[in-house]
């Protein structure tokens, strides 16, 4: 929406200050000077003199009236320029969606030469323990146990990586793309070792 020019506000304001009276009673001077008539009503106005405007202004609080909850409540509002807002994505929120997905149309990580049968994300059955978690997911195709340390998984990823680059292979698409799910892997238990 464009803005409105200067010299026609000027104009109708002034000709409004010349009809408007200070609206201080006992007080004959122009009201040139808005000042809002309460919290809730920002947008209506008293229209004072410069002397009187100065002196509502240093008296009014905004605050006034409303308890400690409500003020912080107010604020913290006031943060968010009144509009909703949602916490940002937490891990285990991440988590539980990427089991789900995975529960549904298995995972992203192949079987490197185990048995085809076994969960490998193609729709065999996962035991009862349910289905296998991205961490889980990750060790496997690293080849490593639960219990391994975080120096460990670094150590097997490089070997892996060593072994599987397609440079190592001769331009290998097949190694490459094992070199894709051992780094995505690798990137899996990195950032559960973060947490």
């Given at each position: 929406?464009?803005?409105?020019?200067?010299?026609?506000?000027?104009?109708?304001?002034?000709?409004?200050?010349?009809?408007?009276?200070?609206?201080?009673?006992?007080?004959?001077a122009a009201g040139e000077y808005?000042?809002?008539?309460?919290?809730?009503?920002?947008?209506?106005?008293?229209?004072?003199?410069?002397?009187?405007?100065?002196?509502?202004?240093?008296?009014?609080?905004?605050?006034?009236?409303?308890?400690?909850?409500?003020?912080?409540?107010?604020?913290?509002?006031?943060?968010?320029?009144?509009?909703?807002?949602?916490p940002l994505g937490s891990w285990?929120?991440d988590q539980q969606l990427r089991?789900?997905?995975?529960?549904?149309?298995?995972?992203?990580?192949?079987?490197?030469?185990?048995?085809?049968?076994?969960?490998?994300?193609?729709?065999?059955?996962?035991?009862?323990?349910?289905?296998?978690?991205?961490?889980?997911?990750?060790?496997?195709?690293?080849?490593?146990?639960?219990?391994?340390?975080?120096?460990?998984?670094?150590?097997?990823?490089?070997?892996?990586?060593?072994?599987?680059?397609?440079?190592?292979?001769?331009?290998?698409?097949?190694?490459?793309?094992?070199?894709?799910?051992?780094?995505?892997?690798?990137?899996?238990?990195?950032?559960?070792?973060?947490?």
């Amino acid at each position: 929406m464009p803005r409105p020019d200067a010299s026609v506000l000027n104009r109708s304001a002034g000709r409004a200050s010349e009809l408007r009276v200070c609206q201080c009673p006992g007080c004959a001077a122009a009201g040139e000077y808005p000042a809002p008539k309460a919290r809730d009503r920002l947008r209506e106005y008293f229209w004072f003199c410069l002397d009187h405007v100065r002196e509502y202004n240093r008296a009014w609080d905004y605050y006034a009236g409303m308890s400690i909850g409500e003020i912080e409540a107010e604020m913290r509002s006031d943060t968010t320029w009144q509009r909703p807002s949602w916490p940002l994505g937490s891990w285990r929120l991440d988590q539980q969606l990427r089991d789900k997905v995975f529960a549904e149309h298995g995972t992203p990580f192949g079987n490197f030469g185990g048995d085809s049968d076994q969960n490998n994300g193609h729709g065999g059955a996962y035991g009862p323990a349910g289905p296998p978690s991205a961490e889980d997911e990750a060790l496997r195709v690293l080849n490593l146990e639960r219990s391994a340390t975080f120096p460990e998984i670094k150590a097997r990823y490089r070997e892996l990586a060593k072994a599987n680059h397609p440079d190592a292979n001769g331009g290998d698409k097949a190694a490459e793309e094992r070199l894709k799910r051992i780094n995505q892997a690798y990137t899996i238990l990195k950032a559960g070792q973060s947490r």
